[in-house]
């Protein structure tokens, strides 16, 4: 996990979504170099929001303006930047 690419909050997410399908899904509008589900620290269960990193900034801007409300393996979406 690098830390120094532009991050995108990711909200609403499906329980029972990986990583991977994650990382996938965003990859449509650039470059994913890494992807963490936030998980419960008790249960170790999805809290129902992650964090996806992308090489470039402009690609986690069109993540927010393509993908904020779109349709995930049934749930909506909420994209925002991450703030640091």
Do not use: C, H
Request: zero cysteines; proline letters at 2%; glycine letters at 10%.
């Amino acid at each position: 996990m690098s830390g120094s690419g532009f991050s995108v909050y990711v909200g609403n997410a499906p329980y029972q979504t990986s990583e991977q399908e994650m990382g996938d899904f965003f990859s449509s509008v650039g470059t994913v170099t890494n992807v963490r589900i936030v998980l419960d620290r008790e249960t170790g269960r999805p809290r129902g929001f992650a964090f996806v990193e992308f090489a470039e900034q402009q690609s986690a801007e069109k993540a927010v303006n393509e993908l904020n409300g779109a349709d995930f393996n049934g749930r909506q979406l909420r994209v925002n930047l991450a703030s640091r």
